[in-house]
């Protein structure tokens, strides 16, 4: 019987981080932003029926950047535990700080765990509070750390570069066209530094709204609302506010 | 739930161990409840008395409640469990919604409440039955459909009006007489509230409208714009209108005779 070949512990761990930093890095960036009456999500997915981000309970909001597999059963596992948490309990009871511990407890478990690989994944959870100071937003990178955000966050590919633009142009009371401007605009520079177009077809958004009369805040920004919001400009983004639902 | 009934069974209603019991177990029970159908949508609507035997046990118990954007559930029955049936089919709906990513179609929704219904058919024979009236807008049809239950989960669609509850049969002879095909939104609501006073006034465990406490009936509209309970005021001024003319007429509008 051969001795396996002592491999040590840091060197192990530096190997599956960078295993799985690879592999989040092969998949497209996305951003989330607050803006002035919640917060929105944008990121470029070619595919309208694998999302990216998805509602998680009333106030609630995910995002995941990497291998879509994995993410969506993070996905799942989030509604349940939020649905059984709430349905439990009662709705207020649902927070995005316990959906967050959550998922960083799973993601450290399967990353230091030997039998399993670790997962290609970066999540965001979002929570949009009454006023943006109630705002919560948790970026859980694949090793089961969380990192709390404020303003703006990036994940996926480029994302240190990504965050370093936002976080030099991102102001707080930023209306929902200028924020979904300047996540574009994040989004299409290239790791040489060049400009490229995204298409809107191409560009998936979803906001949380507190705004919103229904309890649920969550909603997608599809179509002809899509295309106004990017066209809109500084003076007629009060307009766009008032007309959605 | 098939998540919940592997990992939590005993959060199900239908898996608990019932305990033996002697003669009927007194636990409130409702109600009357109805549903309209019109063109471009359906109205759903209760009454707001809860008794216990013979004794009153709540004045302004809700009855009906939306079981997602466009459907709305309404229970007749014993009322701690039907709200508890009504709380996980919610929260089933919603749930599927998120994880498929799409709505359920009404005809899926109805079929998941006959199951649940079904479910509770031990506590059923025991005296604890539960029977909703479910009426929803189906967006693929494009219209308002009702579907009513009987205690063992049987479901059949109705088409035009039904009702449920200890008040149900006077409630669908007032119905029977003022519906028609061409009811609008507004006169669809009145004429929910026609047939809960009619069910109120022979029926004792139904309540009419309630001036003094000003307590109204619950009347919801589920139309292609989704799910809208009329507020207080909508439902005090049809309540109103109606006691109004019933104060020269006691047992409401004539049908004609031929």
């Known amino acids: ?245 | 739930m098939d998540f919940l009934s592997d990992h939590q069974p005993e959060m199900l209603p239908g898996r608990r161990q019932l305990p033996p019991t002697h003669g009927a177990v007194e636990a409130p029970h409702g109600t009357t409840i109805v549903a309209v159908s019109f063109p471009g949508g359906v109205v759903l609507a209760g009454d707001r008395r809860a008794t216990m035997g013979n004794v009153i046990a709540q004045r302004d118990i809700e009855k009906v409640f939306p079981a997602d954007e466009y459907s709305a559930v309404g229970i007749a029955g014993t009322a701690g469990l039907a709200v508890e049936m009504v709380k996980l089919f919610q929260l089933e709906l919603e749930h599927f919604e998120k994880v498929e990513g799409a709505q359920l179609s009404l005809e899926g929704k109805a079929n998941r409440l006959s199951t649940m219904i079904r479910s509770n058919l031990g506590m059923a024979m025991q005296g604890l039955a539960v029977v909703p009236l479910f009426a929803g807008f189906d967006v693929d049809r494009g219209k308002g459909r009702i579907f009513s239950y009987d205690v063992t989960g049987g479901r059949s669609e109705e088409h035009g009006y039904a009702a449920t509850g200890s008040g149900s049969l006077f409630a669908r002879g007032a119905m029977k007489k003022l519906f028609r095909r061409d009811l609008s939104e507004s006169d669809a609501t009145t004429l929910v509230v026609q047939a809960l006073y009619d069910a109120a006034d022979d029926d004792s465990a139904t309540g009419g409208p309630d001036v003094a406490r000003r307590i109204y009936p619950i009347v919801t509209v589920i139309t292609e714009d989704g799910f809208r309970r009329l507020d207080d005021e909508e439902s005090a001024e049809i309540a109103r209108l109606i006691l109004e003319r019933r104060l020269e007429q006691p047992d409401g509008p004539r049908a004609a005779l031929l």
């Open chain 1, 1 to 245: 019987m051969s001795t396996p070949f002592y491999v040590s512990p840091q060197q192990a761990m530096a190997d599956r981080a960078e295993y799985a930093r690879k592999g989040i890095a092969r998949g497209r960036s996305l951003v989330v932003l607050q803006y002035a009456d919640g917060i929105v999500f944008v990121g470029e997915n070619p595919s309208r029926a694998l999302h990216k981000f998805s509602e998680i309970y009333d106030r609630i909001g995910f995002a995941a950047a990497g291998k879509y597999n994995e993410y969506e059963n993070l996905r799942i596992g989030g509604v349940r535990y939020a649905d059984m948490r709430g349905y439990t309990y009662d709705r207020a009871d649902v927070t995005a700080r316990g959906l967050a511990n959550v998922y960083a407890q799973t993601l450290g478990t399967i990353f230091s765990s030997a039998a399993e690989k670790p997962y290609e994944v970066e999540l965001v959870v979002a929570e949009v509070g009454e006023t943006s100071d109630g705002d919560q937003i948790y970026r859980l990178p694949h090793d089961g750390s969380i990192v709390d955000e404020h303003g703006s966050v990036a994940v996926g590919g480029n994302a240190e570069q990504i965050s370093t633009y936002l976080d030099q142009r991102h102001q707080d009371g930023m209306s929902l066209a200028e924020a979904l401007k300047l996540a574009v605009q994040a989004l299409s520079r290239d790791t040489n530094g060049t400009e490229r177009e995204i298409p809107a077809e191409r560009l998936e958004v979803a906001v949380l709204d507190r705004t919103r009369p229904q309890k649920r805040k969550f909603k997608r920004i599809v179509g002809r609302q899509l295309g106004r919001l990017l066209e809109a400009d500084g003076a007629s983004t009060e307009a766009e506010s008032a007309e959605e639902e």
